[in-house]
């Protein structure tokens, strides 16, 4: 290839022919890199908790129940599954499935997030801040909420999404593109509580 | 400046057009990895031995997700590389803590005993 191919009036090829890297479309791609870069975001978060979980003697282990964290779980995969229908309904033209299934998912959403505050309200009630406890390191609290806060936000985040796209898909303004993308993000959600339930839930139950 | 060429329409790597059979399938193998998480927790084993059980039971949840719920797997093979390649690295290059960790467990060299405050 000479030079004046690499200059702005002749383009190198593959640059101006309109195909995606990899074949995948720009808001597609966006999403991933997105995720990846999130998921170093949890990674880190949940690494720096096994650093002090390891490097603490007294750490607490407050659960002793895992029914409310095992509803939630099965509340979450669930929804994962509604969005699977809902992106492939819309990928077939069914825009009333596509539409009741991301509904459905972003009620799952909701119905997780409202679970996921009435276990904060009685880990509260018991005592837990976020620099203390009645069980032993304060770090705890922190390192707990601090890791299922920031996956609540992303479950808040991802509802709002869901009901924000999911409309306007609706209406026409977005389309089934759209809608996967928003769908990768719902699962990259679920995805991240697979490891946030045994670390910082299961780990810690109490015997 | 040169025009663009016509932009030629091309089809997504993914078209999820899988069966929704595939999808309950999917999803009830990853219900049941989950269930299994909840049952180590409750086996006789040390936190060490637990934690590398879990890890291994999430990572197998985690990859059926990536592969079949977010359809990685009918993505092209350089894209799938892509995106494996980077996150195993970020995740790997994370590990560099876990020696400090336990040198403050073991109170060793600087460090106050099993305590978890390094000493001045």
Redesign the interface.
């Known amino acids: 290839m000479s030079q004046v191919d690499l200059t702005?009036?002749?383009?190198a090829p593959g640059l101006?022919?309109?195909?995606?890297?990899?074949?995948?479309?720009a808001k597609?791609m966006a999403i991933?890199l997105f995720i990846?870069a999130d998921?170093?975001t949890f990674?880190?978060c949940l690494?720096?908790y096994?650093?002090?979980r390891?490097?603490?003697?007294d750490w607490p282990r407050p659960f002793h129940s895992?029914v409310n964290v095992?509803i939630m779980?099965?509340v979450l995969?669930?929804s994962?599954?509604t969005m699977?229908?809902g992106?492939?309904a819309a990928?077939a033209g069914d825009k009333v499935g596509a539409f009741r299934w991301t509904m459905i998912t972003a009620v799952g959403g909701i119905l997780f997030a409202l679970l996921h505050i009435r276990e904060w309200l009685a880990l509260i009630g018991e005592g837990m801040t976020m620099f203390h406890n009645p069980w032993g390191?304060g770090l705890f609290g922190a390192s707990f909420f601090s890791i299922t806060g920031l996956h609540l936000l992303h479950v808040t985040g991802g509802v709002i999404a869901l009901l924000a796209v999911g409309i306007r898909y609706m209406g026409g303004r977005y389309n089934a593109d759209d809608l996967?993308v928003t769908g990768?993000y719902w699962?990259?959600v679920?995805?991240v509580w697979?490891?946030v339930?045994?670390?910082v839930y299961?780990?810690n139950?109490g015997r | 400046m040169v025009d663009a060429p016509d932009v030629q329409p091309h089809e997504p790597a993914a078209r999820y057009t899988d069966s929704a059979g595939k999808y309950l399938v999917i999803y009830l193998c990853i219900l049941i990895l989950a269930a299994l998480q909840f049952v180590i927790a409750y086996t006789h084993v040390g936190t060490e031995g637990m934690f590398a059980r879990m890890l291994l039971v999430a990572i197998a949840e985690a990859g059926l997700a990536l592969m079949f719920f977010m359809h990685l797997w009918a993505e092209k093979r350089g894209f799938l590389l892509f995106v494996l390649i980077i996150t195993i690295f970020v995740l790997l290059a994370m590990q560099y803590g876990w020696t400090d960790s336990n040198r403050m467990n073991t109170g060793a060299p600087f460090s106050q005993p099993n305590s978890g405050v390094v000493s001045p």
């Open positions: 702005m009036e002749g383009h101006v022919t309109g195909i995606p890297p990899f074949s995948v479309p597609k991933w990846i998921a170093a990674a880190g690494v720096a096994g650093f002090l390891n490097g603490t003697p895992i095992a779980t099965f995969l669930t994962s599954l699977l229908l992106v492939r990928k390191t996967e990768l699962h990259f679920d995805l697979m490891f339930v045994p670390f299961l780990l139950l």
